[in-house]
């Protein structure tokens, strides 16, 4: 069977199983995220109109708790409510006149600042009403007396708890209309003596609930007594009848006991909106069905070229070649794909012609690395070579020059010339790349005293080397040079500083050796710079050519990062005219 062919089937098998399992799949989803969303919605607005009716609530507690415990003048209505507190004491019209003045002043304040509030009364024992009323000019009818009416001795009976008189007209308020009220017995709080009833007279919009409804026409809230009777709803908004098939309802008391928030939520008017989402996902499945099957067939065809293409470029048959001229063309680029029309492809299909490229070009860059790192290797090796050349030749002289110099008491040459034989036979040291630190100091130590000599004793060298870290093994020649740098470009030929020092220390499994100088420094374009030539890769020129610049920094990280891999090598720290600090990083691999 041919490759269209088996596209052709497969995308047809994986097209329209898929589209029959998705469109159901997302009709379910889609309706019970709906549902969902709208559930938490109306939650989210149950629970806001609660707090709303709370809020309400509390500002009227807050109004009822100032006559009892109001801060600054509170002695003072205390005092003023007492003297009314008793039918039997007497009081003049200046009294009252004085009362009503200290009251007015902090009604005033109550009732501007929440706009629902018509007016706030005080009904004493003693007859008189104390108060003031803001909304329509209300006023309490004169020589009311509240005493036998119902809902002053339910007021009485919660004894100090909150009663709600639902929505009515209270015939004892001029130019009254239809409010709810709310009444306190207030007592006095050290003597628990009846002082009188607080009466807060609010409008409807006390318990209004359509600035937190934002589904008014699905979402039925309403607030109710414990007589049933109702002091909000908003049922003349709803659009549709509620039914025990698409209503949820659930209920919650709020801080005023007997006062209930009830909630129902019809879903009807969602379903008939489902119906026609229903209808549009079958449509756009069989829509979906139709263009997968034109889609299948122009895969089939447009993918099989290239991936035939590709396939007889890999196997390179000679008789899908060219001929003549271009087919000798052909044959010695081979190994690349070279149709731009299938290169520049962002799809797979290019993906894989440029991948396939790439991989061919890792393949070469590969071995043209290998290549070149062997040589690298094999230079490196000559370099050994040639350092070993008459060297003990040169030792057995400076052997001879040591002894000449201790029979003729010149202990300077004696010194310069041991220090300088032990630094020959230790750099020509072939037995292993490898040495402890100890060794590798006592290298700096003979360098150190020819320099010393050399220089007068003009500069220290202090080394800082734990005793468990002398057994450690490091690569051979890494220190010396760096101290030698140091004391030519740090210390200046000991112009600049005084000191060179070596300090060692083990860290989460390295080996971190500091060269230290208090020197001329460098600035930030210097370190720069040689940061930078630690970064670059070290390549091969020509087999046995020779640089001024093979011996230095970069030599000592290239040689690090060459044997123990990236990662390790030198950092270097420094400022100008303060110091410098060069510190190398080594794996620690074992104790001899």
Not at 309 to 326: A, D, I, V
Request: hydrophobic share 40%; net charge negative; with cysteine.
């Amino acid at each position: 069977m041919k490759l269209k062919t088996k596209f052709l089937i497969i995308f047809l098998f994986i097209s329209n199983l898929p589209i029959l399992i998705i469109t159901s799949y997302t009709y379910k989803q889609y309706t019970a995220l709906i549902h969902a969303q709208t559930k938490q919605v109306s939650e989210n607005i149950f629970n806001n109109a609660k707090d709303f009716a709370n809020n309400s609530i509390a500002n009227i507690n807050h109004i009822a708790e100032i006559f009892s415990f109001y801060s600054g003048s509170n002695d003072a209505i205390i005092e003023d409510l007492k003297k009314y507190a008793n039918p039997n004491h007497s009081y003049s019209t200046y009294d009252v006149f004085q009362s009503n003045n200290n009251i007015k002043f902090i009604c005033q304040n109550l009732i501007y600042s929440s706009s629902y509030v018509n007016g706030i009364f005080v009904f004493t024992p003693s007859g008189e009403v104390l108060g003031y009323g803001y909304g329509d000019n209300i006023d309490i009818r004169y020589e009311y007396r509240p005493f036998n009416d119902n809902w002053y001795q339910e007021t009485l009976a919660l004894e100090g708890k909150t009663y709600v008189n639902g929505i009515n007209t209270k015939d004892f308020i001029l130019h009254g209309k239809p409010s709810i009220s709310f009444s306190r017995a207030l007592y006095d709080v050290y003597s628990h003596e009846f002082l009188g009833v607080l009466f807060i007279d609010c409008s409807p919009d006390v318990f209004d609930l359509s600035s937190v409804n934002t589904l008014p026409n699905l979402m039925l809230l309403s607030i109710q007594d414990e007589k049933s009777n109702l002091l909000y709803t908003n049922v003349f908004d709803l659009e549709d009848r509620f039914t025990n098939e698409t209503t949820t309802r659930q209920s919650v008391p709020l801080n005023i006991e007997g006062l209930n928030l009830n909630c129902a939520v019809n879903y009807s008017h969602l379903y008939k909106q489902f119906n026609y989402t229903r209808t549009l996902i079958i449509l756009i499945g069989v829509i979906c069905a139709m263009a997968f099957l034109i889609i299948s067939i122009l895969l089939s065809d447009s993918l099989t070229k290239p991936i035939t293409y590709l396939s007889n470029m890999m196997s390179n048959r000679p008789g899908h070649n060219l001929k003549g001229e271009r087919a000798t063309l052909l044959l010695t680029k081979s190994a690349f794909a070279r149709q731009e029309k299938y290169l520049t492809r962002t799809d797979e299909i290019g993906v894989l012609y440029n991948e396939y490229n790439r991989m061919i070009e890792q393949l070469n860059t590969f071995i043209k690395s290998e290549y070149q790192n062997k040589l690298i290797t094999l230079d490196s090796q000559m370099k050994s070579l040639e350092a070993q050349i008459n060297s003990h030749f040169l030792y057995n002289t400076l052997e001879s020059i040591n002894s000449i110099a201790e029979i003729e008491e010149v202990e300077s040459i004696a010194t310069m010339s041991l220090a300088l034989g032990n630094m020959f036979r230790y750099s020509i040291k072939t037995q292993s790349e490898l040495v402890t630190i100890e060794e590798e100091l006592n290298h700096v130590r003979d360098y150190i005293a020819i320099q010393k000599i050399r220089f007068d004793n003009k500069f220290a060298m202090v080394i800082d080397m734990p005793q468990e870290m002398t057994n450690l093994k490091i690569l051979k020649l890494i220190m010396q040079p760096i101290v030698e740098n140091a004391l030519y470009h740090g210390l200046n030929y000991c112009n600049t500083g005084s000191y060179i020092k070596i300090h060692g220390y083990v860290k989460d499994s390295n080996i971190f050796l500091e060269i230290c100088d208090d020197g001329a420094g460098m600035d930030k374009e210097q370190i720069l710079t040689l940061e930078k030539s630690f970064q670059e890769t070290a390549h091969f020129t020509e087999l046995g050519h020779r640089n001024k610049h093979s011996i230095g920094l970069k030599n000592i990280h290239t040689r690090i990062a060459l044997y123990y891999g990236q990662g390790y090598g030198l950092s270097v720290q420094s400022s100008l005219q303060e110091g410098t600090i060069i510190t190398i990083k080594l794996p620690l691999l074992f104790q001899a």
